[in-house]
């Protein structure tokens, strides 16, 4: 078993070639040492939410999510918006966090990719839901990182050294994170 920190990165978009998940995958690419990263890749497979199904024992992709969730040193999110708020199979991802504890003190962090002026309403929508699941979000290492789709390669990474510098950046804050949350934890 791994003692590096893990962090957890949840893409909201389901489409193909998204630049929200290039993100994320570039934030793998980059991850400095000793920050691990996991990329959450079963959206698409989760149930439509239903409180009646919120028991055990869960559905088994909400109890892979949350065990993913729980086994996390802090979570990434880089989600697209979707109509001023968030797209729905991602609220689902999170309605399925409400139920349960593994996100309560779990430090989250997200990152806009859009357009300058672009996003709030997504980021608002991210806000309010995780107020409610009781997760730490990391303030500093939130960030509005524009992403040029031309400098996504056929690898579907970002080449572009200044956005693979800040991705570096805010998983070395989220990681940190971590750490001070589990020093507080301790005391």
């Known amino acids: 078993m791994s ?4 962090i957890l990165l949840l893409s909201g978009s389901l489409r193909s070639g998204s630049t929200n998940e290039s993100v994320l995958r570039t934030a793998q690419a980059v991850a400095p040492a000793p920050v691990r ?6 959206l698409a497979a989760l149930p439509h939410f239903n409180p ?9 992709p909400v109890a892979g ?3 993913a969730i729980s086994q996390a040193a ?3 999110i880089c989600t697209p918006e979707y109509a001023g708020t ?3 199979s991602f609220k689902n991802l999170l309605d399925w966090t409400v139920g349960g504890t593994e996100i309560c003190d779990k430090p989250v962090a997200w990152i806009n990719a859009a357009a300058p002026g672009r996003g709030q309403g997504a980021e608002a929508t991210l806000r309010a839901v995780l107020g409610y699941t009781g ?3 990391v303030e500093p290492a939130c960030a509005n990182i524009v992403v040029d789709r031309g400098t996504v390669g056929a690898d579907g990474l970002i080449n572009d050294p200044g956005v693979r510098e800040q991705l570096s950046k805010v998983l070395t804050l989220l990681a940190g994170s971590h750490g001070r949350a589990a020093a507080i934890e301790g005391a």
């Open 52 to 60: 009646d199904d919120d028991t055990d024992p869960l559905p088994c």
């Open 37 to 42: 990263t996991v990329l959450y890749d079963a």
């Open 65 to 67: 999510l949350r065990a």
């Open 135 to 137: 997760a730490d979000i």
């Open 86 to 88: 968030l797209p729905g």
């Open 3 to 6: 003692t590096l920190p893990v």
């Open 74 to 76: 802090g979570i990434l």
